[in-house]
């Protein structure tokens, strides 16, 4: 992966961001008229509902603002008149993690946050993976970092709170360096990681831990998979509401997606779909879930697959409630639905169209040659589908 990135805001009536980093493709282009407090945007789908885009840019300037270095490989977060990324800074034993904001019309550097790497074996080129999290209600921002650290820092980068999550609740940190990005729920601050520690937590499991947002105190647990294939997954959960009842989805690190209720943390149902551990996010629409992944599936075959849940069950709903299953392997890019079609970017960089009611393909292409990055949907007004 790309260890440096920069920062490219795009001059027109609207602000936009462009997260410049080679792995991914031209659909990660952020357009934003408003805030953007995650990865995936307000509605955690990563549609926006900007108007009035730009059609070309270029890295040589053409609606260039600012530019500024940065070291890191997440996604940048905007918050009010703030861009906000995580990433690292120093050298040698002075090396650590950060959060740091820029001002969105001049790229002017407004404050950094450094904290230091605990107990943990991911290498340093791997740091400040997950990204960060912002709550338009306080101005909050949320950061879970590679050793365990969980931070929640005010508009001007002080800390408000925060959480030893390896002391507090054994956090395990793999090597592989890839962390849960926190999601903001309400009240509650959301996150999720795999762990161990004594009594009923002896057994690893992959955890969904639920905090008060403003105070960091602990409001629920919940354990809704069995024994974790991996130690260090990356799929962030989404809220929807289902039946009446408020969900988190999520992909675990058992290969399962689970739904768990949001506001107590008792576990609904759970779909079993591969061997390992799950790195995308679901997407919703409705009663259906859509999720993907690209390792061994549980009755052999090729390897990965689309998948669209009946989200109504409850208990084990592996054999009961799957709707339809394709294969493409997509182990890393998100899926986006919009208007009844799913766009899965597989892990060889090619973009597949699907019906979201059958499965069928309706077009695929080339974007590149590894599929990472998650597709971004905002409409320019003279393209239709």
Not at 4 to 31: E, G, P
Not at 157 to 163: A, T
Not at 187 to 212: C, E, M, Q, Y
């Amino acid at each position: 992966m790309l260890s440096n990135l920069k920062f490219r805001i795009v001059n027109m009536r609207l602000h936009y961001l462009l997260l410049r980093l080679h792995l991914i493709s031209l659909f990660s282009l952020f357009c934003l008229a408003s805030d953007w407090p995650s990865w995936r945007g307000p509605s955690g789908d990563s549609i926006s509902t900007s108007t009035g885009l730009i059609s070309s840019w270029s890295q040589d300037g053409s609606n260039l603002l600012w530019s500024i270095p940065f070291t890191g490989r997440s996604t940048p977060i905007i918050l009010g008149q703030k861009v906000c990324s995580n990433g690292r800074i120093g050298e040698g034993v002075h090396r650590q993690e950060m959060v740091a904001c820029f001002d969105v019309e001049d790229g002017r550097r407004l404050w950094e946050y450094r904290f230091n790497v605990y107990l943990t074996t991911v290498p340093w080129n791997r740091v400040g993976w997950a990204n960060i999290s912002g709550d338009p209600e306080t101005g909050y921002i949320f950061s879970q970092g590679v050793g365990g650290t969980l931070l929640c820092l005010d508009e001007e980068g002080q800390l408000v709170w925060s959480r030893s999550l390896a002391e507090d609740f054994g956090f395990f940190s793999g090597y592989g360096g890839r962390t849960q990005t926190p999601v903001v729920d309400e009240k509650r601050l959301i996150v999720t990681f795999v762990s161990g520690s004594w009594g009923d937590w002896s057994a690893p499991r992959h955890r969904t831990f639920a905090f008060n947002k403003y105070t960091g105190d602990l409001l629920w647990v919940a354990t809704p998979g069995q024994r974790p294939a991996d130690l260090n997954t990356q799929s962030t959960p989404v809220i929807a509401t289902i039946n009446s009842q408020r969900l988190l989805i999520q992909g675990n690190a058992d290969g399962s997606i689970c739904a768990i209720q949001a506001r107590t943390g008792k576990p609904v149902w759970r779909f079993r779909l591969s061997k390992r551990g799950l790195n995308t996010s679901v997407v919703v629409s409705g009663e259906t879930v859509y999720a993907t992944h690209s390792e061994e599936n549980l009755n052999g075959g090729p390897m990965g697959a689309v998948v669209a849940i009946d989200a109504t069950g409850a208990g084990d709903v592996t054999t009961t409630h799957q709707k339809w299953r394709t294969n493409i392997a997509a182990g890393f890019s998100s899926p986006l639905l919009k208007d009844g079609k799913l766009f899965v970017v597989d892990n060889s960089a090619n973009l597949h169209c699907l019906n979201a009611s059958d499965g069928t393909k309706m077009m695929d292409f080339s974007i590149g040659t590894v599929g990472k990055g998650s597709p971004v949907w905002a409409i320019k007004p003279s393209i239709t589908l």
